[in-house]
C-alpha cells in the first residue's frame, strides 16, 4: 500500500510539494492537471514537466486523476470517437511518464456536488463541505453553477471547470433522452476502445463513484452501488477496468455498507486505489464532510483499512475532503492541514491493523 496526497500543480495549489513531503508516512501524490479542458490531449511535456517536480521534491505520482471524460463519449453522440482517441493518446502519454493508475468518472455533467462549500461546524467552529437535498430543491443546475463558482476562493474545483459547463443548458436537455442502460452502453462502447491500450502500457482505470450516490437533477447515474460497479467490471473484463473506491461519495447513502463493499472487491482485486474520508449523517439526503477519526463520523474507518489489509490490497490510498481548520483558507476540500491529520490516522490504521495480524 502506498499513501498518497492530491496534489493540482504548482500554479493551482496553495498547498506545495515541500508541504507534502513533510507529512510522516506519504510516498507520493495522486497528481491532477486542470488546465486543459475534457477532450483535450494532455502533452507528452506538461507531464514529464509535473512529473519532474514531483520527483525532485522526493515523491513518487503514479496515479493521475480526472483525466475527464467528454459529455459528447457520455452521451453516445458521433463526435465521440475523435474525443476517444484524443483520450487514447493522454493515457499512452502518461504511461510514458510513468503512471500506472487513471481516476475518472462517467457521472453526467457534474462530477460531484454539495449545496455549501464551507458550511460551519458548530462544534469546533471548522469548516467543510456540506450537502442538503432541501436545498438543492431550490436551485435550478444553472444557480447551482454560479454559487459554486462564486464561493469556490478562486480555484478551479474538479469536475466545475467553466469551459466543461458553458453548454449546460444543451448537454441537459440531451440527458432528458437518454436513460441509464443507455449511459452504461456509451460507457461500455468508451471502455471497449481504451481498455485494450491500457492493457498494453500498462495502465489500471480506476472508475470513481457518483458523488453522492443518488440521481441529481433527474441525470442518469450509474456508479454508487455495489450492484452498479459489478455491472461496471463485467462490460470489460479485464484488470486494467477496475475501481477507484470511495468511502465518502458512496458512504453519503446509508444503505451502502462500506467496508463490505471494499472487501467485496478486495477480493475481486478490482480496486486500483482510493479515497478514503469520513462523513456525518445530519437527516435524510443531508451530510457533512467530518474528520477522517472514525467517531467523529458515521462511517467505520477501521473497518475500511481493515477489509483492504485482509484483501492484500497493494495500490494507492490518500484521504480526501478536509475540512478547513486553524484559519486555513485554499480550494474547498483540499485544505493541508486536517487532510494530513487524516493521511497520518489511516496510516496509524494501517500500522495497528498489521501488528494485530502477528
Not at 479542458?37 to 525532485?56: K, R, T
Not at 462523513?279 to 483492504?308: N, Q, T
Request: hydrophobic content about 35%; aromatic content about 10%.
Amino acid at each position: 500500500m502506498k499513501m498518497t496526497f492530491r496534489w493540482y500543480g504548482k500554479n493551482s495549489d496553495h498547498v506545495t510539494l515541500k508541504q507534502i513531503r513533510q507529512i510522516p508516512g506519504c510516498s507520493g501524490i495522486m497528481g491532477m492537471l486542470d488546465q486543459y479542458a475534457a477532450g483535450e490531449v494532455w502533452p507528452m511535456n506538461v507531464i514529464q514537466d509535473y512529473v519532474e517536480q514531483v520527483h525532485q521534491a522526493g515523491l513518487e505520482v503514479e496515479v493521475i486523476e480526472s483525466v475527464n471524460v467528454h459529455e459528447d463519449i457520455k452521451m453516445g453522440l458521433p463526435d465521440r470517437d475523435h474525443y476517444i482517441e484524443n483520450y487514447i493518446t493522454t493515457i499512452k502519454n502518461l504511461a510514458q511518464c510513468g503512471i500506472r493508475v487513471i481516476v475518472y468518472n462517467f457521472m453526467p455533467v457534474f462530477d460531484w456536488l454539495r449545496t455549501d462549500l464551507a458550511r460551519e461546524i458548530p462544534e469546533d467552529g471548522s469548516n467543510s463541505l456540506y450537502y442538503d437535498e432541501e436545498e438543492l430543491k431550490g436551485m435550478t443546475p444553472l444557480k447551482l453553477v454560479e454559487e459554486t463558482t462564486k464561493n469556490s476562493n478562486g480555484f478551479t474545483l474538479p469536475g466545475w471547470e467553466p469551459e466543461r459547463l458553458k453548454e449546460l443548458e444543451r448537454v441537459l436537455d440531451i440527458y432528458q433522452n437518454i436513460t441509464v442502460d443507455q449511459l452504461r452502453e456509451n460507457y461500455k462502447y468508451f471502455l471497449e476502445q481504451i481498455i485494450p491500450v491500457c492493457e498494453s502500457v500498462g495502465i489500471r482505470m480506476a472508475v470513481h463513484p457518483d458523488d453522492p450516490a443518488w440521481p441529481v437533477f433527474g441525470l442518469p447515474r450509474l456508479a454508487h452501488t455495489q450492484a452498479d460497479f459489478d455491472k461496471i467490471i463485467k462490460l470489460v473484463d479485464s484488470p486494467a477496468n477496475s475501481l477507484c473506491l470511495c468511502s465518502g461519495s458512496l458512504g453519503s447513502s446509508p444503505d451502502n455498507d462500506i467496508p463490505a463493499i471494499f472487501r467485496h472487491f478486495g477480493e475481486m482485486n478490482r480496486i486500483a486505489c482510493a479515497h478514503v474520508r469520513n462523513i456525518k449523517y445530519l437527516g435524510y439526503r443531508k451530510f457533512r464532510e467530518a474528520p477522517h477519526l472514525s467517531r467523529e463520523g458515521d462511517l467505520d474507518l477501521y473497518e475500511v483499512m481493515k477489509a483492504l489489509y485482509d484483501t492484500g490490497f497493494d495500490g494507492y490510498i490518500r484521504p480526501d475532503h478536509g475540512r478547513m481548520i486553524w484559519d486555513e483558507t485554499g480550494r474547498p476540500g483540499y485544505g493541508l492541514y486536517d487532510r494530513a491529520l487524516g493521511l497520518t490516522y489511516l496510516n496509524g490504521l494501517w500500522e495497528a491493523i498489521g501488528k494485530n495480524k502477528c
